[in-house]
């Protein structure tokens, strides 16, 4: 698969339009379901779980159900779409919809779930509006906006899965952990290869991810989206990812799967992993100077980056910052300022909240929260950020400050609520 293959084609995005009549429903309504959200969501997850119990046990992630942040992402995403189609001074969401197909096809959905999402979704907006309010008018309306987004995201995943020549839905592999690492900041390395017998896994761009399954003891398939460390350079037939624990704040659990990985998967166990996907990626042939931004587990696919640029021995300006509460919890400190110091051109500064550097790390270290306002950034490059969703907002709002434009802005979210990222 190429760059070229994982983009969705805005200008056939902003040419998707609602009838007349139907866009003058959806303008006088949007208004209140937004404002009906909060209610819609649970009724509809309720409701479609129950009738389809596989999918909170085999697809959907069930802590952030438990926390409400899918609800919500996914309510949010429609809105965005019907905002776009009734607001011509809306941006075409292309980059919102463009991370959904990525994560659709990671989790092998297809086409018959779009079907199972509108029949549940429609039903629950009904019972909580009132069948005075969505008269058959307005039930048509959303109807088509729903298709819609469901036609371009079907379509472009599609798509993805032809580039990727598998059939629809078919993007899952059992593997054999070969390797596992312990690393600071409760982290663990694991790279797998194919089972034996099955056909070797693919190569990958840098930045992509894969996605996991983990079955848990109560024989729930849980998925999870980890990002691969390497650049995929090399044709090793491995893919190598990180998973840091999550462990439970407040009213937040702690993550079934890393928890699951961390505790029981060791070299020689079986896993199931899905093939790489993901629109976050380095463009290798390109020559312009590169920006990475990172803060915690989101130097993830800074790293395979970084990796393919050492592998190319790239001669571009390579400036590679990052964030962390302290060097003993800076897992890839030395592999991402030994990548970035070994470039022709390449530096890297590391901010810490607290702690003493490790003598391995190299570049400069200063201390506090990141500040791109004390930082040379070269002109026309592109910026690549992961992190949470505080952190891509506090970079995102420094970038704007510094006059980068948002087209060379790119961005991975290890959260539901990508679409806050379009807000």
């Given amino acids: 698969m190429s760059t070229a293959d994982l983009y969705l084609d805005e200008k056939e995005l902003e040419s998707i339009g609602l009838t007349p009549e139907h866009e003058e429903t959806i303008r006088a309504t949007l208004p209140l379901v937004g404002s009906k959200i909060d209610e819609i969501t649970p009724n509809f997850y309720s409701r479609m779980f129950e009738a389809h119990p596989e999918l909170i046990a085999d697809t959907f992630n069930r802590g952030n159900q438990k926390q409400g942040a899918q609800q919500r992402a996914l309510a949010a995403s429609i809105a965005t779409f019907a905002t776009m189609l009734v607001d011509p001074e809306a941006p075409a969401p292309v980059n919102l919809l463009s991370r959904i197909g990525h994560k659709h096809v990671s989790l092998g959905i297809t086409k018959d779930q779009y079907q199972i999402v509108h029949d549940n979704l429609f039903a629950a907006i009904v019972e909580v509006l009132g069948e005075d309010t969505v008269t058959p008018d307005v039930a048509a309306a959303w109807d088509s906006v729903y298709w819609l987004m469901a036609d371009v995201l079907t379509d472009f995943e599609y798509d993805l899965y032809r580039s990727a020549q598998v059939e629809p839905g078919d993007v899952f592999r059992q593997t054999t952990v070969v390797d596992r690492k312990e690393l600071p900041g409760e982290i663990t390395h694991f790279t797998v290869r194919a089972a034996e017998g099955s056909a070797d896994l693919p190569g990958h761009l840098p930045g992509q991810y894969v996605s996991v399954g983990a079955r848990l003891p109560d024989g729930a398939r849980q998925l999870r989206q980890y990002s691969l ?12 990812f990180a998973v840091k624990r999550v462990r439970g704040v407040d009213e937040a659990p702690d993550g079934e799967v890393s928890n699951w990985l961390a505790d029981t998967i060791n070299a020689g166990d079986a896993l199931e992993v899905t093939l790489p996907a993901g629109d976050l990626v380095l463009d290798a042939q390109a020559t312009n100077p590169v920006v990475l931004i990172s803060a915690g587990i989101g130097v993830t696919p800074m790293l395979g980056m970084l990796d393919r640029l050492a592998a190319d021995s790239s001669d571009r300006t390579v400036v590679a910052l990052h964030a962390d509460d302290s060097a003993e919890v800076d897992a890839f400190a030395a592999a ?16 810490y909240g607290a702690g003493t550097p490790d003598a ?28 949470s969703n505080g952190f891509l907002q506090f970079i995102r709002s420094q970038l704007s400050e510094r006059g980068i434009d948002a087209k060379d802005v790119h961005y991975e979210l290890f959260a539901p609520n990508d679409w806050l990222l379009d807000a």
């Fill in 229 to 240: 460390v390497t650049g995929g350079s090399g044709a090793s037939g491995e893919l190598s």
């Fill in 360 to 387: 391995g790390l190299r570049g400069e270290v200063r201390e506090g929260f990141m500040n791109l306002g004390e930082v040379d950034l070269p002109e026309g490059a592109s910026v690549y950020i992961c992190g």
């Fill in 336 to 351: 991402r300022t030994g990548y970035a110091d070994g470039l022709a051109n390449g530096s890297a500064i590391t901010w």
